[in-house]
C-alpha cells in the first residue's frame, strides 16, 4: 500500500485524475470502478474538465459503480444513480455505465446479474474507493464475515445515521443496500482510495498500522498487490 500525503482535497482531486488521464490513455477501453459520497466529487468535477478540455476521452470506457441504497428508485435525488448523472455521467461519454438497481425486484438476482456483467466486462481495471468513518468500503460494513461477490446488505447504524441529512423527515431513508463484495473489490487491478478531511483522520490513523482488523473493512486492502492511498493533510494528521 502507497501513501501520498498532498496540502489540499483539491490537490489530491487533481492528481487522482492525471491517473485517469494516463490510464485512458495506455488503455482507451478500461473498465472503471467508481464510488459515490462527498469525497469523489471534487474528482469528478476535476474529470469533467479535462473532458471539456479534451484532454480525456471515457467513449471506449465503461464504468461499474460500487453501490445503490435498496429499495430506491433511479430517478430519486439520492439514489446514486442520480448522483453519478448529476456529478459525471451526464458530463461525459462513457460507452456504458452500471450501477445496481434499487429497484430490482429480486435483490439478490440482482447481486448476481451484476457480479455477470463485471465478469463479462473482463474486471474492473482501476477502482475508486472512499472510506466511511466506520471504515466500510461500499456498503461492505463492519462485520465477521463479508461477501465475495455482490451483496444485499443491511447498513449499519452509524451509516444510517451519517446519511439520515440526505433524507427529509417525511421520508423513509432505506437501510439495506446493493453493493459490490470485498472480493469484488480485491479483483480489481489497481485501486485507488481517497481519504480527505479532519473527521476521517482517525479512520486514516487505524487504517495505516498495518494490522488486519476485521471490525474494519478498509484493512483488506493492505494485502492487495496495487492499492495507492491519496489524503489530503487534514486525513493524515494522527498517521
Avoid at 498532498?6 to 477501453?29: E, G, R
Avoid at 438476482?109 to 466500510?136: Q, S, T
Avoid at 495505516?208 to 484493512?219: G, K, L, R, S, Y
Amino acid at each position: 500500500m502507497v501513501k501520498i500525503v498532498l496540502d489540499t482535497a483539491q490537490d489530491v482531486a487533481a492528481q487522482v485524475a492525471k491517473i485517469y488521464v494516463k490510464q485512458l490513455k495506455d488503455k482507451p477501453d478500461s473498465v472503471l470502478g467508481l464510488a459515490t459520497g462527498s469525497t469523489p466529487v471534487a474528482l469528478y468535477g476535476q474529470l469533467v474538465k479535462k473532458y471539456q478540455a479534451g484532454e480525456i476521452d471515457f467513449s471506449k470506457a465503461r464504468s461499474f459503480n460500487l453501490d445503490e441504497y435498496y429499495p430506491m428508485k433511479a430517478d430519486h435525488p439520492q439514489s446514486y444513480h442520480y448522483f453519478m448523472k448529476e456529478h459525471l455521467f451526464d458530463k461525459v461519454n462513457f460507452a456504458s455505465s452500471s450501477i445496481p438497481s434499487g429497484e430490482a425486484k429480486d435483490p439478490k438476482a440482482e447481486c448476481k446479474r451484476y457480479d455477470k456483467e463485471i465478469e463479462d466486462a473482463g474486471g474492473i481495471d482501476v477502482m475508486l474507493l472512499g472510506i466511511g468513518h466506520n471504515g466500510h468500503v461500499g456498503f461492505n460494513e463492519p462485520a465477521v464475515t463479508y461477501s465475495m461477490g455482490t451483496g444485499f446488505v443491511d447498513l449499519s447504524d452509524s451509516s444510517i445515521s451519517a446519511n439520515k441529512r440526505y433524507f427529509s423527515a417525511d421520508e423513509v431513508q432505506p437501510t439495506k443496500a446493493i453493493t459490490m463484495g470485498i472480493g469484488d473489490i480485491f479483483r480489481s487491478r489497481k485501486i485507488i482510495l481517497i481519504i480527505t478531511g479532519e473527521n476521517k483522520a482517525k479512520i486514516a490513523k487505524k487504517l495505516f498500522e498495518n494490522q488486519i482488523h476485521t471490525d474494519v473493512p478498509a484493512c483488506f486492502l493492505l494485502l492487495h498487490p496495487d492499492v495507492t492511498v491519496y489524503l489530503d493533510k487534514d486525513a493524515a494528521s494522527l498517521i
